[in-house]
């Protein structure tokens, strides 16, 4: 090159370098307010949908890319979505405009529902597309596996699909910080549309291939340990309508296909908070306990553990429990062979227990312990006080009775409190003698599998027998015998209708109810409980009118020892 050339070759090179470092220049000054503009228009855009949104930061770099960090999305409703950083750069196409068509790579991502349910998506990338009232975000990198879309105008209109999507590589699904299951690979569509007179209607259809759940806790923030439960593919479909002004909430169509159960539903809510009103069916033709519990990820004792079929009716007031009617259609079919764990209860046998200071005792369940109480030496009187405060049909069921259910969960509604259980004689036998105190929605329902394995195979007697010599009855106390012995020096047959009344009604909080004797009488709210319970004894005819009175003003002469800081001997805490 000659000397002209490279004269000219350094003069546009100077140029340029001008050129760029002006450009640099000015953009370095414009810079702070596009990345201010740019987080109002994404506030903005966040009001117009009900949402507030909170940036920590904004950053225009070089690509272009607009990088946004502490991000925070909430809504009224409860909802929240935080991430740590996402960027976003323009997609390069002929609609590549930013904020029309942009790439978007984001750190984790967690949506915080208003019941506590949380879902975590892992580092990821999508690309979104909007319009004035359209929104289109879907996973980038091939066809889209997920595609999410939001239309808004005169209705609302949230739309996703799925296919062949492999959620359990994507998203995290927690419950108070526990993982709740893995999601498989799944395919499906649904839509909620939210029309402009309030009505919300949801449809949902889809299919999971290698869905497993986990233990679900509802004692605490701490992570159960239950492994996950055996893969399944799982087919799912929801119908459903909410009308918030009418206070109306109607599922048309609900229905679950996995390995081992069929079940379908349908239920409507109205009346709204004031004076909810619910009509609930359910219907499973058959469940396979074996595979239903494998899934729930729990140990079996057999392979095969029967199976059951169930149609299930509620109707009636949550705030009037009386109201509510129940209809109950509940079949059983055994193993073909006994379960070695549950037939061996047939036979004498040892119980061991953890004491809550965590040593271990052994309850002898044979006549020749010398603790043991035949069913045969118990008081008809303290067997029909049992069964009237635990149990009422207790020889009409098959070892789960559901017709209790909704009218303690309707209790526990009015009084804003979980107090009323609805576990019969044989699944708190199934609690004491197989399961852990933890309590897990898993734990239940091996709770009711248990309980109909042990109804089906060890008859009422025996059940009630057993039930009697190894339940809790305090700190250390365990079984009827002990139990008469240590608060009252006496055997069951020579206890009085208020001591039967006492030992029935401390059942449920054999350590919880320890203060309300400490001081060697009764509280008033637990005598009124004792006082309830004989007076249902009267109303069934168990107890005469004058045996009545007898009983509420006979002495209770507790024999515990009293400590001088007013608690009982062996005092180990609440429950």
């Known amino acids: 090159m000659g000397s002209v050339g490279r004269r000219w070759s350094i003069r546009i090179a100077a140029v340029l370098a001008v050129v760029l470092v002006t450009a640099v220049a000015?953009?370095?000054?414009?810079?702070?307010?596009?990345?201010?503009?740019?987080?109002?228009?994404?506030?903005?855009?966040?009001?117009?949908?009900?949402?507030?949104?909170?940036?920590?930061?904004?950053?225009?770099?070089?690509?272009?890319?607009?990088?946004?960090?502490?991000?925070?999305?909430?809504?009224?409703?409860?909802?929240?979505?935080?991430?740590?950083?996402?960027?976003?750069?323009?997609?390069?196409?002929?609609?590549?405009?930013?904020?029309?068509?942009?790439?978007?790579?984001?750190?984790?991502?967690?949506?915080?529902?208003?019941v506590g349910l949380r879902v975590e998506v892992k580092p990821s990338e999508w690309a979104v597309e909007?319009?004035?009232?359209?929104?289109?975000?879907?996973?980038?990198?091939?066809?889209?596996?997920?595609?999410?879309?939001?239309?808004?105008?005169?209705?609302?209109?949230?739309?996703?699909?799925?296919?062949?999507?492999?959620?359990?590589?994507?998203?995290?699904?927690?419950?108070?910080g526990c993982p709740l299951a893995r999601l498989g690979t799944v395919d499906g569509?649904?839509?909620?549309?939210?029309?402009?007179?309030?009505?919300?209607?949801?449809?949902?259809?889809?299919?999971?291939?290698?869905?497993?759940?986990?233990?679900?806790?509802?004692?605490?923030?701490?992570?159960?340990?239950?492994?996950f439960g055996a893969p399944a593919d799982v087919e799912a479909e929801l119908r459903a309508s909410v009308d918030p002004a009418a206070g109306l909430a109607n599922i048309s169509h609900a229905a679950v296909r996995t390995r081992g159960l069929a079940a379908s539903a349908q239920a409507t809510i109205t009346g709204g908070t004031a004076d909810p009103q619910v009509s609930l069916n359910l219907d499973i033709p058959r469940a396979d306990l074996a595979e239903v519990l494998a899934?729930?990820?729990l140990d079996?004792?057999?392979?095969?553990?029967?199976?059951?079929?169930?149609?299930?009716?509620?109707?009636?007031?949550?705030?009037?429990?009386?109201?509510?009617?129940?209809?109950?259609?509940?079949?059983?079919?055994?193993?073909?062979?006994?379960?070695?764990?549950?037939?061996?209860?047939?036979?004498?046998?040892?119980?061991?227990?953890?004491?809550?200071?965590?040593?271990?005792?052994?309850?002898?369940?044979?006549?020749?312990?010398?603790?043991?109480?035949?069913?045969?030496?118990?008081?008809?009187?303290?067997?029909?006080?049992?069964?009237?405060?635990?149990?009422?049909?207790?020889?009409?069921?098959?070892?789960?009775?559901?017709?209790?259910?909704?009218?303690?969960?309707?209790?526990?509604?009015?009084?804003?409190?979980?107090?009323?259980?609805?576990?019969?004689?044989?699944?708190?036998?199934?609690?004491?003698?197989?399961?852990?105190r933890r309590k897990t929605v898993s734990r239940k329902l091996e709770e009711a599998a248990l309980a109909l394995l042990l109804d089906s195979t060890l008859g009422k007697s025996r059940e009630l027998e057993i039930y009697l010599n190894v339940i809790e009855w305090g700190p250390g106390i365990y079984g009827l015998g002990p139990a008469a012995r240590y608060y009252f020096d006496r055997r069951p047959s020579q206890l009085t209708p208020r001591q039967m009344a006492f030992l029935v009604v401390l059942i449920p909080g054999p350590i919880k109810y320890q203060r309300s004797f400490a001081s060697g009488e009764p509280t008033p709210f637990f005598d009124e409980m004792i006082a309830t319970l004989l007076g249902k004894l009267q109303t069934v005819g168990a107890l005469g009118d004058g045996n009545l009175q007898a009983a509420l003003e006979a002495p209770l002469n507790l024999r515990i020892p009293i400590l001088d800081a007013g608690t009982p001997r062996g005092q180990t805490g609440g429950q």
Do not use: M
């Open 300 to 436: 079996l004792p057999a392979a095969d553990l029967g199976s059951a079929s169930l149609a299930w009716s509620v109707a009636g007031r949550l705030l009037d429990p009386a109201s509510i009617t129940v209809s109950q259609r509940l079949e059983f079919s055994p193993p073909a062979k006994p379960v070695p764990s549950i037939a061996r209860l047939k036979e004498d046998f040892v119980h061991r227990v953890e004491t809550p200071p965590g040593d271990t005792k052994q309850i002898v369940v044979s006549p020749g312990a010398p603790d043991f109480v035949r069913l045969g030496d118990v008081p008809p009187l303290f067997l029909r006080a049992l069964l009237l405060a635990e149990d009422t049909d207790f020889y009409g069921h098959q070892g789960v009775d559901l017709r209790e259910l909704p009218v303690a969960l309707a209790a526990d509604f009015g009084s804003g409190a979980f107090t009323r259980g609805a576990s019969t004689i044989s699944q708190q036998l199934a609690k004491n003698l197989f399961l852990t």
């Open 26 to 114: 000015g953009f370095q000054a414009v810079r702070p307010r596009l990345e201010a503009a740019a987080v109002e228009r994404l506030r903005e855009a966040a009001r117009k949908r009900g949402w507030v949104a909170t940036i920590g930061s904004a950053h225009l770099a070089a690509g272009p890319r607009l990088e946004l960090r502490e991000l925070a999305f909430r809504h009224g409703s409860g909802w929240l979505v935080e991430a740590h950083e996402v960027g976003l750069a323009p997609r390069w196409s002929w609609r590549g405009v930013i904020g029309r068509a942009a790439l978007a790579r984001a750190s984790t991502v967690s949506v915080q529902s208003p």
């Open 189 to 227: 569509e649904g839509e909620l549309i939210r029309r402009s007179g309030g009505l919300v209607d949801v449809q949902l259809r889809g299919r999971s291939r290698g869905l497993a759940v986990a233990a679900l806790s509802a004692d605490g923030p701490a992570c159960p340990p239950e492994a």
């Open 295 to 297: 899934t729930a990820g």
């Open 130 to 176: 909007s319009a004035e009232n359209h929104l289109q975000v879907t996973l980038d990198g091939g066809p889209p596996a997920i595609a999410l879309t939001v239309e808004s105008g005169r209705d609302t209109r949230i739309g996703a699909r799925f296919v062949a999507a492999p959620l359990s590589n994507l998203l995290l699904v927690l419950r108070n």
